[in-house]
C-alpha cells in the first residue's frame, strides 16, 4: 500500500525526545511493508538531516517550517505567523499551540504533495496537527470513497497534562489559565475525532477519557519500541564496577525538568545518603544546562551528580546502571524513555503517571512509587533487591515483546488502513 505520514518534527538520527523516537521507528517498520512517504515539517537549520529520514527506506519530503531557530527577516514573518495564530484561536476557540501549524502554505504543500503521491492511507501524527485532517477531509468529493483513509495519531491527550498541572499550581490565576487551555484543547480533541476516519490512542486511559468527550472512531494503539534494535544486556555495574542510576529525557519537555528537579533536589540527596559509592546520570538535550542552573558544576562531583546532554548511543548508560528511575509527576501518552529501559531489560521505578498506558502493579514489571519522598524508599528497597529487578526487568522485556513490538503494530495498522 502507499502510504503517507505526516508529522511535525523531522525524525532525524538526533531528534532527542520519545516522540521524534516512536516516529523514527514507525517509519522505519511501515517502510519495510508499504511504500511510504515521510511529509515532516523541517525547522531551521535541519533541513541537512533530510537524508537521514529517507536512510529508514522511505521517501521524505521537508516542509519549511519556522520555529525559534528563525533568522533575520524570517523572525520578523513568524512574530507575524504567531500573532495570527493567536488570533485564531481567540476565533476558534482551539489552542494557539495547535493553531501555530495551521499555515496555509504548508496545508497546499500538503495537498500537492497528495495529490501527486496518490496515497491510500495518511497517518497524521499529534494532535497538534490534527487541523490537516479537516483541512483534508474538505477535499473529498461529496458521496465518493472516503479516500485517502485519514489516520489521526493522538500521541497525548492535550488537556491531560495541564489539567493535572493546574491541579498541582497554588497560583489561582496560573491554575484558570491552565484549565482555559485544557479546556480549549477538549473541543479540539472532540471535533478531530470527526475529521479522522479512525483516531488512535496510545493508552487505555487515554481512550476512555476520549470516549467520556464524545469521541467517534476511537482505536487504542500503543507506541512500541524497535526490539530488533535492542537487546536486553542489563549488566549493573560493568563499568568498573560502578554503582550508577540513569534518567533519560529531553529537558525541552516541561515533565522531564519536574521530575529532575524532583530527583536533584529531594530523592537524590536522601539515596545518596544511603548509597554512598552511588552516581546519578541524568542524560538528554539540556540534562547539563538544567542541573547546572540548579547546582553549580564544582559541586557535582560532591553530590556525586552526572548531567551528560545528549547522547548518540545511551546502549552503554542503559546496560551499566542500576535502576532507571523516572518520578514523572505530570505528562500525557506513552513515555518511550520507560518502554526503552524496559526493552533494555533494564529494572525501572517510576511513578503512576510514568506508567500510564504500559502497566499497573499487577504486572509486576515495574517498580510503581508516589512522586513524593516515599519514591526515595522504593529506590533504595529495589537497589538491594538485584534478584528481584532482574526478575522483574525479564518479565518487563517479555511483556514489550507481547504488547509493544512494532512489527505487530504496524501489522495493525496496516489494517486500519483498509478500512477494516
Request: include cysteine; charge should be positive; aromatic fraction near 6%.
Amino acid at each position: 500500500m502507499k502510504i503517507m505520514v505526516l508529522t511535525p518534527y523531522l525524525p532525524h538520527r538526533r531528534v532527542g525526545h520519545g516522540g521524534g523516537t516512536a516516529v523514527r521507528d514507525l517509519l522505519t517498520w511501515l517502510g519495510r511493508k508499504h511504500e511510504v512517504l515521510a511529509l515532516c515539517l523541517v525547522r531551521p537549520g535541519e533541513e541537512n538531516r533530510l537524508r537521514e529520514v529517507a536512510e529508514l527506506g522511505v521517501q521524505v519530503r521537508g516542509l519549511p517550517f519556522l520555529d525559534r531557530g528563525a533568522q533575520g527577516a524570517d523572525k520578523l514573518s513568524l512574530l507575524g505567523r504567531r500573532l495570527q495564530a493567536q488570533l485564531r484561536s481567540l476565533t476558534a476557540g482551539y489552542p494557539a499551540y495547535v493553531e501555530k501549524y495551521a499555515d496555509r502554505h504548508l496545508f497546499e504543500l500538503v495537498s500537492r504533495a497528495v495529490a501527486e503521491f496518490q496515497p491510500e492511507a495518511i497517518q497524521i501524527e499529534y494532535l497538534q496537527l490534527a487541523l490537516y485532517a479537516r483541512h483534508l477531509r474538505r477535499q473529498r468529493r461529496p458521496g465518493a470513497e472516503p479516500r485517502p483513509r485519514l489516520i489521526l495519531n493522538s500521541h497525548e491527550l492535550g488537556h491531560v497534562p495541564r489539567d493535572r498541572r493546574a491541579e498541582r499550581s497554588g497560583n489561582p490565576v496560573l491554575r484558570r489559565l491552565l484549565r482555559a487551555e485544557a479546556a480549549a484543547w477538549r473541543r479540539l480533541e472532540a471535533d478531530a475525532t470527526r475529521w479522522a476516519d479512525t483516531t488512535l490512542c496510545v493508552t487505555a486511559e487515554d481512550h476512555k477519557l476520549y470516549a467520556e468527550l464524545g469521541g467517534e472512531n476511537l482505536v487504542l494503539m500503543p507506541l512500541g519500541m524497535d526490539l530488533t534494535a535492542l537487546a536486553a544486556d542489563w549488566q549493573p555495574g560493568a563499568d568498573g564496577g560502578r554503582e550508577t542510576y540513569l534518567f533519560v529525557g529531553s529537558f525541552d519537555h516541561r515533565p522531564n525538568r519536574l521530575a529532575a528537579a524532583m530527583l536533584v533536589d529531594r530523592i537524590w540527596p536522601r539515596v545518596s545518603a544511603a548509597r554512598p559509592a552511588a552516581t546519578l546520570i541524568l542524560a538528554g538535550r539540556g540534562s547539563d544546562t538544567f542541573v547546572s542552573s540548579r547546582l553549580p558544576r564544582e559541586r557535582w562531583a560532591q553530590q556525586r551528580l552526572k548531567a551528560v546532554g545528549f547522547v548518540d548511543d545511551l546502549t552503554p548508560l542503559f546496560r551499566n546502571c542500576r535502576l532507571f528511575v523516572a518520578p514523572l509527576p505530570e505528562g500525557g501518552g506513552i513515555k518511550i524513555k520507560i518502554l526503552e529501559a524496559m526493552a533494555r531489560g533494564v529494572p525501572v521505578v517510576t511513578t503512576p503517571v510514568g506508567a500510564e498506558g504500559i502497566a499497573g502493579p499487577a504486572d509486576g514489571v515495574l517498580t510503581i512509587a508516589p512522586c513524593d519522598d516515599s519514591f526515595a524508599e522504593a529506590w533504595l528497597r529495589d537497589a538491594a533487591d538485584e534478584t528481584g529487578c532482574r526478575a522483574r526487568a525479564v518479565a518487563a522485556r517479555h511483556l514489550m515483546t507481547e504488547r509493544f513490538s512494532w512489527d505487530a503494530i504496524t501489522d495493525r495498522l496496516g489494517l486500519l488502513y483498509q478500512g477494516k
